[in-house]
């Protein structure tokens, strides 16, 4: 057992080392000479120009700089950022809260509604509803969300006026971060009807990064489920005379279950990229559209730290879920 | 044992009988023909669009600007999904459109897929030093979310449809990898490879010739899905402004330009979106079917 | 332990505040980006002086609110000496800086002030030269100030005298913009000792009129009003700017009363934002020039006649009716007819496309082939480039000329644009710093800018000695007519399409009173009130 974990975590380091060369590799390489950037329409001198280059430390060899880099990184240091000239790693935890917000709050709507919806797709497996479910799973799992946030847009804060149309919370409310949640802070503030205003905020972004997640365990499960159903045991179970509830719901459901937390800790990426576009279209103050900024204005230590953080999260989640399988299924910890 | 099935079935009756063995089973989905038919739709479409589309996707009619689709009031006649912001026939564009999402589709998936299928055969026929060093890369690869990775990489190639497509494409090669070398290495033990080693068949034929074939149902299904990934991904490339530059219709390049009449002209916003969703969504049915089709083991469940 | 402490501390914070707000008249600004600090002086963004330098700091002299006429600020008056080489000021007495949570001030606002704001901007040596890694004087540095400034003394405590390397008429233009901001000393003084110099970039003291409370990244920033600025309390009590860089979801917080005003409105917006009962919609010509600079270097732009005839082929009311839908006014001359010394007797390029095709093949061009540029943001002097491009590219092929359209990544836009023999047209702008016509015609038009901004590479010898003598002269008055001359120059030459201006629209909910627009496109605060 131990070797296992060991083994697993060892395997990181390549990765980890992989990860840093391809986020300052990449960037470094990026077309466009950010000191020109930072001036814009006006112009510099070929002298002041030089005396940028060698002050932000693009004057030497490529390698010295990543050897640099990587002992920066060591000591947790990922640079500071061209724009605001505030440590990118700070820069990164503010703004990261908001987007673990988002992405748990879409994870635990598609996962309320996507296992029920799944498990009675299997058993009344053929039905109009299966064919339903598994319909509206397929669409979900095809949407293009980028899209599907300007119709709900269009839609609830247009047209209806439900729900507000950006950011985290109303104005009205101030208080200091806590948590960085806003769902809590806005208990912890005390204050009367900050909490609903979170809340509210939070209902269309959770949808759209919810939506694909949703389709894709909805998918899963109902396969899982059918396949579980199938297996002697359930069989017997059934010939036992046991309750049909009693079957799906405790020998069934718990076998399917496996694969389909598999599905959502691998999930993690995908809903990560989906943050992308949600927080764009939200104006969502996160990692997202921080990352998005960055890029479009080379920034480069932001987007080096950005993107190193944001696969290191990416990879210690899906050691996390291989370790949990591994644990359920002793088959897995003896192949490696 | 379920691919000696096929194997020796198509050894009884010939291609001819597998390939209608497999549509029998792959027309038992009612959704994997309609998404079939849809999707074909979709390809003529694309390959006829001169003689399909009203008008030109460039042209630009400066008496109808941001016209509405012709159900509504204030409609022109002469534009049936109404126009955009500089008075081009959306309709039109859409229909050019096609083109691009198909083109990106066909592109990527046979550049992920070659780059893919040969970099799995060779980890998984060699193993090895060789093969633990290719799954690290693709480790990293595959920890990186593939939006934000190929946004970088489409902003150091700089923001283009071909630059869209070669990041795409690499970041959806290491699938096709994972798949090829998981496959090849449960074939490797079998009995008719070890028989065809005995025979004295080169290595290279070994791989291409009596491997590859029997690992193509999954890859075929992969392939359907990073079709329909990439049409997606372009997209949205395209609306974040890093894939297609105007005034090329691609869909997701026309929703970024949409964006901002989200409040006035709904359907600028609507149309090239719906069009997305409809191809990726047969794409997908047509996925399943194959994935049914192909999978003996869902098909006796 | 302490994180129970760390929740009371919040619950008491929040309940004072929510208290507070009763009574207290707040206004919400929907800000269209972050700013990058809270000290002005290393940033050239427009987004981040509406944030720091507008609300929180004083300048020695400043714009009065809505003009570009220049006014007393810090310094109660001035002297300029008979040569043009020495500038004295004297300064206001009295002038509190803020108490925040993490400073008190000790003092009022004196000399040491104004000399640490600037030398610290001047001197390499100066312990906050370089008070972050990286840290860049821009608009220091791209003003010139370095070569021109020879000397700042400290007469007495209220008296600075600026010395000068030579005269320059827009010295006084200059000390109005947002690097010539006053920072505190002692405060500086402070963090030093504390070793935390970054802080005088994130929790700003200065002696505007709004004073710094909150910022939470990439979403709001919070002020309220300064009890004791000199020029007497603020209106409103508190001040927010609640950051939100989509313009349609601007346009949605506005109508909601989400925001009390909201910069930016996508053009598609503003019919039915004016036609909001509940809003105002303030327009104004922006201090700025959209155009199409030719490459008057490479064959065949060369040739004037050449450029002259393509500025007649381009429909300039349908590229004010797609791109700008009605928020731009065409442009005939470089410099917007806000600024003084436009001349308006200046004759535009008719559109006639048949004039032009004749025009070119008597220049003996035929089927020309040529890039324009798209630049791929959107800018206040070009709200969609590209679209511009695209009916430009429509309106060249109509008279013969096939264009191909070409954009990269903004910054390198910009860099590549600059390259003398850089092939195509450009479509760029300028938007003015300091209201004077120095700062458009020469710094776009001159000749020492080519290779740089003068993205025409056009270096004329009459107009370079125009713009050069009106540098030099005296005062606005001599310096008028030779502009008005240098623009009918520029006219004849034709080494831009002068496209457009921009015309500025700002939304805001009727409650909100006396708002001027600025003629320099800033977002100011003070002095404006709201109505219950």
Partial sequence: ?336 | MSDAVIVSDARKGGKMALLSEFWDYFSESRGAVAGLVVFVAVCLIAIFADAVAPYLPQEQYRDAFLKPPFWQEGADPRFILGTDAVGRDILSRLIYGSRYSLFIGVIVVTISMLLGVTIGLLTGFFRGAFDNAVMRVMDVFLSFPSLLLALVLVALLGPSLTNAMIAIALIQQPHYVRLTRAAVMSEMGKDYVTAARVAGVGNIRLMLVTILPNCMGPLIVQAALSFSDAILAAAALGFLGMGAQPPTPEWGTMLADAREYVTRAWWVVTMPGLAILITVLAINLMGDGLRDALDPRLRRS | MKSTKLFGAALLMSTMLAVGSAQSKTLVYCSEGSPEGFDPAPYTAGTTFNASSKPLYNSLVQMDRGTTNVVPGLAESWEVSADGMEITFNLRKGVKFHTTSSFTPTRDFNADDVIFSFARQWKKDHPWNQYTAGIAWEYFDGMDMTALLKDIVKVDDNTVKFVLNRPEAPFIANMTMDFASILSAEYAAKLEADGKKDMINQQPVGTGPFMFVDYQKDAVIRYKAHPDYWDGKQPIDDLVFAITTDASVRTQKLKAGECHVAPYPSPADIASLQADPNLQVMEQEGLNVGYLAYNATQAPFDNPKVRKALNMAINKQAILDAVFQGAGAAAKNPIPPTMWSYNNDVQDDPYDPDASKKMLADAGVSGLKMKVWAMPVQRPYNPDARKMAELIQADFSKVGVEVEIVSYEWGEYLERSKAKDRDGAVLLGWTGDNGDPDNFLAVLLGCSAVGGSNRAQWCYQPFEDLIQKAKVLPNNDAREPVYREAQAVFKEQAPWATIAHSVVFMPMSKKVMNYKMDPLGSHRFDGVDISE
Avoid at chain 1, 114 to 140: E, K, N, Q, W, Y
């Fill in chain 1, 1 to 336: 057992m131990l070797r296992f974990l060991l083994s697993r975590i060892l395997l990181l380091i390549p990765t980890f080392i992989g990860i840093s060369i391809v986020s300052f590799g990449f960037i470094r390489m990026l077309p466009g000479d950010p000191v020109l950037l930072m001036a814009g329409e006006r112009s510099l001198t070929p002298e002041r120009h030089a005396a940028l280059l060698k002050l932000l430390g693009f004057d030497r060899p490529l390698w010295e700089q990543y050897l640099g880099y990587l002992w920066k990184l060591l000591q947790g240091d990922l640079g500071i950022s061209l724009k605001t000239k505030i440590p990118v790693a700070q820069e990164f935890l503010t703004l990261f809260p908001a987007t673990i917000e988002l992405s748990l709050c879409a994870v635990i709507f598609a996962i309320v509604l996507g296992i029920p919806a799944g498990v009675l797709a299997a058993v009344r497996r053929g039905t109009v509803f299966d064919h339903s479910v598994m319909g509206t799973a397929l669409i979900g799992f095809s949407m293009p969300i980028f899209w599907w946030g300007l119709l709900l847009i269009i839609l609830f804060s247009v047209t209806l006026q439900w729900t507000p149309v950006s950011g985290r919370i109303a104005l009205t409310y101030f208080f200091q971060p806590v948590t960085g949640f806003m769902l809590i802070d806005s208990l912890i503030s005390g204050q009367a009807g900050a909490f609903k205003s979170a809340a509210r905020h939070l209902i269309l972004p959770t949808i759209v990064l919810g939506t694909i997640p949703l389709g894709v365990i909805a998918r899963q499960t109902r396969s899982a489920m059918l396949e579980v159903l199938g297996d002697d045991y359930v069989r017997t179970a059934r010939a036992k005379g046991l309750s049909t509830v009693r079957v799906v719901g405790i020998h069934a459901l718990r076998n399917a279950l496996i694969p389909v937390i598999t599905t959502i800790g691998l999930q993690v990426g995908t809903l990560l990229a989906g943050a992308i576009l949600t927080e764009t279209i939200f104006s969502w103050p996160g990692v997202g559209k921080w990352m998005i900024d960055a890029i479009s204005r080379r920034d480069y230590p932001s987007v080096q730290g950005g993107l190193l953080l944001i696969a290191g999260v990416v990879m210690v989640v899906n050691l996390i879920v291989d370790l949990l399988y591994g644990l359920t299924d002793p088959r897995i910890r003896y192949r490696s």
